[in-house]
């Protein structure tokens, strides 16, 4: 069908501008989408049935888009709202919580609690960014624990490189822990109508048992050099008192009572009957109003552009499942397989791992997620054993390469300006036996559990 052809084109020519980075990824997005709306749904296959089910408007306005009494619904396809507005009020948060100080504290108080010293700070900062990207943006969790880690490595004279990167590759994998850790996982989680719950006891279980031999493994390649490198004859006066990290104490007490109800409020969501999108507005709502006149300040400094990336992705991937793309793709996997579901298994978890060490992990993950929903019906196998190979392989493939996800870029981008130039063979050298540890303990740790 001519209609299929154009959404295959028009989704490979929206990766292909994605991974060239020449033209801004909302734009190509969302360019990508309207075309979709008009030569997929309008000029080949005339159905504004179509064109309404992508844009799915109407949810938003149901009962249980805000509130479920615990009887899930059958998915929708097209733009997931829930993702957007969720995403909107995390965003909003983070931004109260980074201007009051509360990060910059937070890595300062963990940092004299051990004393400064350089080989405990290397495990503690590396526990922490788990710890961290369980709930907040990785993205956010980097930006300022490397700009902290530089700042300390420059007062105790040490390289801070070797803690980036643990730090990176942590935080990735903290973000597999939840539904709210990685965008990944929101996805899967509000697509696939998941809990914060289901991801915790699931691929929580897997992160903390990969965190262990993560930890262990980076002690083996970092932990020498550290200790060596580090300077003996420290002047600890010289060094600011984490209190002095924070802006208003007013801000900063409301910002972390705002985060403590919003992780209360994601762990009990299904016991509550609140949904992420409820969660998401009343955290951006109380946000605001504790902001007062700086309310407009911390919405510009919301990433609106990531938002507008996400509706345009989602109306792409509409065109590849309105066509029935996607469900042939969920064949062939099925009949490579065989219905055997280990391979199943195996094949997803490789395929996301390898797929989102060159490629954004987003756009795979909402592309994939139909591809399982699909293979779950027709093969007879348990979606939610896809679900977690699906974003284990998402989640950890994107640490292999600098590239690979954003809290990398951004990373190894607040090291270069600092001075620490950080090249694909330095970061591909411990990254990738990392990668691969982790997702050959995922996989073992699924097929165990599930299969």
Known sequence: MISQVLAVVIFVVMFILIVSEKIEKHIVTLSCGLLTMLLVFGISMHSMAAITETLNLHTIITKSFWYTSGSSGESTSGINWATIIFLFGMMVMVEGMAKAGFFRWLCMRLAKMVNYKPVPLFIAFMLMSFVLAMFIDSITVIL???????????????????????????????????????????????????????????????????????????????????????????????????????????????????????????????????????????????????????????????????????????????????????????????????????????????????????????????????????????????????AWALSMGTDIGGSATPIGASANVVGTSVAAKNGYIIGWGRYCKSAAPATIIVITISMVIIFIRYC
Not at 173 to 198: K, Q, V, Y
């Open 144 to 386: 300022f624990l490397a700009a902290v880690t530089i700042e300390l490595a420059k007062l105790l004279k040490f390289n801070p490189v070797p803690m980036i990167l643990s730090e990176i590759f942590c935080a990735n994998l903290g973000g597999s822990a939840t539904m709210c850790g990685d965008p990944p996982n929101i996805i899967i989680g509000t697509s696939l109508e998941f809990s914060f719950a289901d991801f915790l006891v699931n691929t929580g279980l897997i992160a903390i048992i990969s965190l262990i031999f993560i930890v262990i493994y980076f002690y083996m390649v970092f932990g020498r050099a550290i200790a060596a490198d580090a300077a003996k004859d420290i002047d600890l006066s010289a060094i600011p008192a984490p209190k002095d990290a924070i802006t208003n104490k007013r801000d900063f007490t409301i910002s972390s009572i705002i985060f403590g109800c919003a992780v209360i409020l994601l762990v009990t969501h299904a016991q509550t009957g609140l949904t992420v999108a409820f969660i998401g507005t009343v955290v951006a709502i109380v946000t605001l109003i504790a902001a007062g006149k700086d309310a407009l300040g911390l919405l510009k400094k919301v990433d609106f552009k990531t938002l507008l990336f996400f509706i345009g992705l989602f109306a792409v991937v509409g065109g590849l499942e309105q066509t029935g793309i996607l469900e042939k793709i969920a064949t062939l996997i099925g009949d490579i397989s065989g219905g055997n579901l280990k391979l199943m298994v195996a094949i997803i978890i490789w395929i996301s791992a390898i797929a989102s060490a060159f490629v954004d992990n987003i756009p795979f993950a909402a592309t994939m997620i139909p591809i399982i929903r699909s293979l779950s019906a027709t093969q007879g196998v348990n979606l939610e054993t896809l």
